[in-house]
């Protein structure tokens, strides 16, 4: 008779399956709550302790850390030298084990969690019993997720269990620990954001219809301890599935709105922003970022920090548009956006917005980690380095400026009122070719005569001060820390611009 060993935290199924398993012709071996379970359905059941001959102890952290157990799982069924060992010592073979572990996880994701109540929770005998019969999968079938219990039944009775499906079970097993392994060191290395050693782990949210471009495949992966203000997290209410470039558009999007406490609207485009606007309300907030650049948003992402009324939701209907991201969305308003089939409307937790975080982005045979870049410069740290000061207004929209380059792809030029952007110039191979790409954009805006251009690092040499101040702008903030800083301020002084210096440098690559 072939023994099967059931020890689950999660208990869902695992009624049916021991019913499955006897039917079969299991015996069944189990512990404290699972044989508690599995008895209460009426089903024959032996607890290890009468296998080991060893009680259960220290509150259950010793229970099948024994050589009757580890024995029957290891012992090679082709090794006669094995099975004559095991029959020396009078041991059965263990043929089948179903374990899920303690749930890690969901402890610490709990609210006021102490480490003591965490410690608890780190599994030994668990994952020891999986990776020992996952090693010996050849004559052992391990089974950690509920979800593949039919699977195995099924392959049991129809003789499919044989090694390529114990090998994919086994398979799973390996990730299984090492992602639980992972989370365990992430928490306890707690605020070590560059360990020598760097262990993560991700969960598959969807299969991607393709990457980049059509011939490229693709999945989507989150954070096994997933950020509430991020795309992982977001609910899609209605649309076409996400495609990798919107998830890369809608993820900078979010990045950009977390910068705003007001009423805001950012329109993306291949993971730039084409249009920010600012206002009282979240339709003037979205009259402006239309106004902004009202045709390269077509086709684009819009991130809205507050509630979607109708009159906004209206507006935006009139326009092909990807993707929409809010808060929340007024039931007319949905309504009205949802006529179109495809269009993406998704609601994510604003007010769960990261204080501080790291990134990591792939690069060839590695990773790179860095601290977000949530830091921008107010007001109170601009110098002024100009003969002419700036206004009031123009302070206000220097900052708001600033705030917009930081997530423009470098090189960046951002023209904006204090309101709205102007003209954005992005990801040039020189400084000077933005600024013309910003301003070409913003010299036709009614409003052009209160803007105000940002940088999101320092002039190299005077010309981009100049290209600026011919075509009208009357103020510059850029980080300064140029070896020829001199020349933008002499050019600064010789049109009559106020140039200020943020001291920061806003790099986005």
Known sequence: MKTALLSVSDKTGVVDFAKGLTNLGYRLISTGGTKKVIEDAGIDVTAVEEVTGFPEMLDGRVKTLHPRIHAGLLARRDLPEHMQALKDHNIDTVDLVVVNLYPF??????????????????????PSMLRAAAKNFADVITVVDPNEYNNVLNAIHDGSDDRAFRRNLALQVFRHTAAYDALIAQYLGGDEEFPDSLTLTYNKVQALRYGENSHQKAAFYEDAMPELFSITQAEQLHGKELSFNNIKDADAGLRMSAEFDQPAVVAV?????CGIGLADNIEEAWDRAYAADSTSIFGGIIILNRNVDLATAEKMHALFLEMIIAPSFDDDAFEVLAKKKNLRLLTVDFDARPEAALETVSVMGGLLRQEQD???????????????????QELKALEF????????????????TDEMTLGIGAGQMNRVGSAEIAITQAESADNYGQAVLASDAYFPMGDSVEFAAKHGIKAIVEPGGSIRDQESIDNANKYGVALVFSGRRHFRH
């Not at 107010?378 to 009031?392: G, H, L, N």
């Not at 930081?406 to 960046?412: E, I």
Request: negative net charge; glycine residues 4%; charged residues 25%.
């Open 401 to 416: 400026a600033q705030i917009v380059a930081k997530h423009v792809k470098s090189n960046a030029i951002v023209v904006a």
């Open 105 to 126: 996880k969901e402890t610490i994701q709990k609210d006021g969690v102490t480490e003591p109540d965490a410690i608890e929770q780190i599994d030994i005998g668990g």
């Open 374 to 392: 949530l830091v921008h410069e107010t007001i109170a740290d601009f110098k002024v380095v100009s003969e002419k000061q700036p206004t009031e």
């Open 269 to 273: 485009k291949h993971m730039n922003p």
